[in-house]
């Protein structure tokens, strides 16, 4: 995964890319370090780009979009939130949204 480093890089991203996955962590938790290889394994199956970001080191980033907690895994589409999963992420559920986004942007 592409590695957000400021908060303007993120605006940045959103702008260029109709469609992607972003993968929000931060420091000491271990759910997020569990969770990021299922995730980052999905980027083989589903060709959008993937990106993370640690908001301890990106905190703007939490602010602008209301991350509580982490993990976060929020999808977007057309330069908005299509969907997000919050601390407990079920894979299969990603998935179906992953896929969903790849066939809209087919039909575009």
Same mark, same amino acid.
């Given at each position: 995964m592409?590695?957000?480093?400021? &908060?303007?890089e993120?605006?940045?991203?959103?702008?260029?890319k109709?469609e992607?996955l972003l &993968?929000v962590?931060?420091?000491n938790?271990?759910v997020c370090?569990?969770?990021y290889p /299922?995730?980052?394994?999905?980027?083989v199956d #589903?060709?959008?780009?993937? #990106? /993370?970001?640690?908001? *301890? /080191?990106?905190?703007?980033?939490a602010?602008?979009l209301s991350? &509580?907690? *982490?993990p976060?895994v929020?999808?977007?589409y057309?330069?908005?939130? #299509?969907?997000?999963f *919050?601390?407990?992420?079920?894979?299969?559920?990603?998935? /179906?949204?992953?896929?969903?986004v790849i066939?809209?942007?087919?039909?575009d």
């Open positions: 592409k590695q957000i480093a400021s &908060f303007e993120w605006v940045e991203t959103i702008k260029l109709n992607l &993968f962590k931060t420091n938790c271990s370090d569990g969770l /299922q995730v980052e394994v999905l980027k #589903y060709p959008i780009p993937f #990106y /993370q970001v640690n908001i *301890a /080191q990106v905190p703007e980033i602010g602008q991350l &509580f907690t *982490a976060v929020l999808l977007f057309g330069g908005k939130e #299509y969907t997000r *919050a601390r407990f992420v079920r894979i299969e559920e990603l998935k /179906q949204r992953l896929a969903e066939e809209r942007g087919k039909q």
